[in-house]
């Protein structure tokens, strides 16, 4: 039997029989993870027995050096300190939902003169109608966008009415707006229009259908057949997404179905949301490392944390599976979050339990699509990485590889790229640039060659002065030259001049998408359909992406200087000046007389001379 310690057997042995919540610590006294017990006597000794434990509890046990507990009165008091606990802390071995946005609603101030639809993310008790909630801004753009599309309501944030009319903008004109800015409809027609619009949001699209039919009637029975028309196309409009809308069987119109998938690593939940009878969209939510803890308790520690928010709870919460008992407490606390009424069941039988079947199943899908995407992205990153490196013939996996391109025009402003993936993945902190100093002209071969040789000087330096802080400390696994042979012998030959034993490095032809190495004199030649030959050409287009930026700015910079050069009076030294002062040559052209004299270096004379290049005439 493993031993814990005296200090830990002592607390052990002195846990109380009480409601209660517990905080597990490691050795730094990190709080690694909260937990809530109806005896904690109990739930915290299961702990520290030598049973079989889930892998993720194994892993949390492994780390303990130290507990503390808080009683309670209530299981639900507990409940509700456990929540707070883990928002404080955000213990590493908890649930933690990382996606803490607030879902948006759309809302209606019927109390304005010309109402709009607005996108919002709090309810308010303002005395607005809200609709919702929506998955994502771009599911509520939709809904407007559709709304629009029947209800000529204004979208613009003018405050109306207008102390004088205005000319109406060109939604008027193509029949998507009233312009009651313009006083083109009154007050009256503007509100019966929006009665039609909130009768729309709720799902009510029979009386939309049956006003809109008759509009169209009567449109017709006057011969206006082009007005008879549109309308017969806004009924099109209505009933499209009447079609896209499914009904639900149940009489309960505000519901949420949460239900769970766990593939023994992690788990998915799955939230559909019901308003108005109808199924209005659903999200999911990851919950790494949860794959294979007790569905029930998964699922009591996100309903915790999900509906901390009162505003995002309905009427009624459909649960695929809770702990014993845990409904009657966490149903008393949702009804506090809300502040009123809310029933949470787990429906074991009829219409109910088969909403909660469509929302596992929901779950199934979305967790088999996460661990679908994550292994095509294994496949390019790590997976091409450990492939890319046997071919090549190393023998251990190339975690760091470095890409290197040149690049210049004519041979002015030369500047190399060194850019860095980690594990398949760019690693943008890691880039740098180099000025190429010691090469006239476009010679790549030898400002490879200077690249390389200062990149690792660098680095032996930083090593020789014992630097935490080196930009170039870690060394690379693998090395990219964007070039053939002779670039990849030059920079090989840097590194050699230098005393230093070189990484497996190759050169990457562009034309052929060739593969060079050092001691090989032929090419090889990867499938274009391999994700190793993908990984290289990323490498390589973003290390010819980086260079091409960094290239472009120098270039513009030297424009600039030259074109203040130009100036009489303003040499490199005052025009290096007047750049560092105000940032760009749009910014010394708008400059006043007097600021540009106190950039250093300049005289009244000079600063006269800029001023009047600046303002001809």
């Not at 006003?211 to 196309?233: H, P, V």
């Not at 559909?272 to 803890?293: K, S, T």
Request: hydrophobic share 35%; with cysteine; proline share 5%.
């Amino acid at each position: 039997m493993k031993r814990w310690g005296e200090k830990l057997e002592e607390k052990i042995a002195m846990l109380p029989d009480s409601p209660g919540c517990y905080l597990m610590k490691d050795a730094e006294g990190t709080i690694i993870y909260v937990g809530k017990a109806v005896n904690l006597k109990n739930r915290v000794r299961s702990y520290f027995r030598d049973t079989e434990h889930t892998p993720k509890v194994a892993a949390m046990i492994a780390h303990i050096d130290d507990f503390d507990v808080l009683l309670c009165e209530t299981n639900l008091e507990a409940l509700i300190l456990e929540c707070n606990l883990i928002k404080l802390h955000r213990p590493y071995y908890n649930i933690l939902l990382k996606d803490d946005k607030h879902y948006p609603y759309i809302k209606v101030d019927m109390s304005q003169p010309f109402p709009r639809l607005e996108l919002c993310r709090r309810m308010e008790k303002d005395g607005a109608r809200y609709f919702g909630p929506y998955i994502g801004a771009g599911a509520v753009r939709q809904v407007i966008e559709a709304v629009r599309g029947v209800f000529p309501l204004r979208t613009c944030r003018q405050k109306l009415p207008a102390a004088r009319p205005k000319r109406p903008c060109v939604n008027y004109d193509i029949g998507r707006c009233m312009a009651p800015c313009a006083e083109k409809c009154g007050e009256a027609e503007y509100r019966e229009m929006m009665d039609g619009v909130l009768h729309f949001l709720g799902g009510n699209y029979g009386a939309v259908l049956e006003k809109l039919t008759g509009e169209m009637n009567e449109a017709a029975a006057a011969m206006r057949y082009e007005r008879a028309a549109k309308i017969r196309d806004k009924i099109r409009d209505v009933q499209g997404l009447m079609e896209r809308q499914i009904a639900l069987r149940t009489d309960n119109s505000e519901q949420d179905l949460i239900a769970l998938s766990q593939d023994g690593l992690d788990a998915m939940v799955q939230v559909l949301y019901v308003r108005g009878g109808r199924m209005q969209g659903g999200d999911h939510f990851l919950l790494a490392g949860e794959g294979a803890e007790d569905p029930g308790e998964v699922l009591a520690g996100f309903l915790t944390q999900y509906y901390e928010n009162g505003s995002l709870i309905p009427r009624n919460v459909l649960c695929q599976t809770l702990p014993e008992g845990a409904a009657g407490q966490l149903e008393p606390w949702l009804r506090r979050q809300k502040g009123s009424a809310v029933t949470l069941t787990v429906p074991r039988r009829g219409e109910k339990h088969e909403l909660v079947l469509l929302a596992e199943k929901n779950a199934d899908d979305a967790l088999k699509k996460r661990n679908a995407r994550r292994t095509v992205h294994e496949e390019r990153t790590v997976g091409a990485a450990e492939s890319l490196g046997k071919i090549l013939g190393m023998d251990r996996y190339p975690r760091r590889i470095e890409g290197y391109d040149i690049s210049n025009t004519q041979g002015a402003q030369s500047v190399s790229s060194m850019v860095v993936f980690i594990d398949g993945e760019p690693a943008k902190k890691e880039y740098r640039h180099f000025r190429i100093k010691t090469v006239e002209g476009a010679n790549d071969v030898a400002s490879h060659y200077e690249t390389l040789y200062r990149r690792y000087a660098h680095a032996i330096r930083d090593a020789e002065e014992g630097n935490p802080d080196s930009r170039f400390g870690e060394l690379p696994d693998l090395i990219l030259i964007d070039g053939g042979p002779q670039q990849l012998r030059f920079a090989r030959q840097a590194l050699l001049d230098l005393g230093v034993t070189p990484p497996t490095m190759f050169g990457l032809a562009e034309r052929l998408e060739e593969i060079w190495l050092p001691d090989r004199e032929e090419p090889i030649v990867l499938d274009h359909h391999r994700p190793e030959l993908q990984l290289v050409q990323r490498i390589r287009n973003e290390a010819h992406r980086f260079g091409i930026i960094h290239h472009r700015t120098l270039r513009e910079k030297a424009a600039i200087h030259s074109r203040l050069e130009e100036i009489p009076g303003i040499g490199p030294g005052r025009s290096k000046a007047l750049i560092k002062a105000f940032g760009s040559l749009k910014a010394i052209r708008e400059a006043a007389e007097e600021d540009l004299r106190k950039v250093p270096g300049m005289t009244e004379g000079a600063a006269r001379a800029v001023y009047a290049w600046a303002h001809p005439g």
